[in-house]
T-cell receptor, first 112, second 110 residues
């Protein structure tokens, strides 16, 4: 299995632009998580899905952030419009029930 | 109160030393516990699960104290390659959400 796949690995954009981050979870892992990590705030859970259904989005910073999981093998995290304070590493992780979470390599986002 | 709390360190120890990290959690009903390791500019990766009876994997020993609501990680005979950030993770019974600590930074010095 290839593990969790994220794209792009790096993204540099200008303030105000739309950013879309993509994640392909591990097959058969029915929980998917989006995290954001910064030096100041550490690893923050943004949203998680169970069986493609959003369960808890209380960590989504504001309306500029949205996430979808149209099927078991794909999820997106969108930021529109992006702001410099959104600069961070965004991780997608997959888990099967209460078992271990497996993280993707992350997307390093820089908003200028 | 945070769900999971860790001492951020940093811990700077010489090669060969023994070092221990603790992590406290607030939800007494929590069921699953893990230690993750994160190298610089990499994703977190599972180091080991923590079982009620305690468990060992080579130089690493993890323990759970339910009465005091903390988990610990002991690293014996530290190697330079152990330098990383160690994150403790707690999964409450009532959901799939995993709560991560902020991590403890370890640097092993030659």
């Amino acid at each position: 299995d290839a593990g969790v796949i994220q794209s792009p690995r790096h993204e540099v954009t200008e303030m105000g632009q739309e950013v879309t981050l993509r994640c392909k979870p591990i097959s058969g892992h029915n929980s998917l998580f989006w995290y954001r990590q910064t030096m100041m705030r550490g690893l923050e859970l943004l949203i998680y899905f169970n069986n493609n259904v959003p369960i808890d989005d209380s960590g989504m910073p504001e309306d500029r952030f949205s996430a979808k999981m149209p099927n078991a093998s794909f999820s997106t995290l969108k930021i529109q419009p992006s702001e410099p304070r959104d600069s961070a590493v965004y991780f997608c992780a997959a888990a099967r029930g209460q078992e271990t979470q497996y993280f993707g390599p992350g997307t390093r986002l820089l908003v200028l | 109160r945070k769900e999971v709390e860790q001492d951020p360190g940093p811990f700077n120890v010489p090669e060969g030393a023994t070092v221990a990290f603790n992590c406290t959690y607030s939800n007494s009903a929590s069921q699953s516990f893990f230690w993750y390791r994160q190298d610089c500019r990499k994703e977190p990766k599972l180091l080991m699960s923590v079982y009620s009876s305690g468990n060992e994997d080579g130089r690493f020993t993890a323990q759970l104290n339910r009465a005091s609501q903390y988990i610990s990680l002991l690293i014996r005979d530290s190697k330079l390659s152990d330098s990383a950030t160690y994150l403790c993770v707690v999964n409450p019974l009532w959901g799939n959400q995993f709560y991560f600590g902020t991590g403890t930074s370890l640097t092993v010095i030659p």
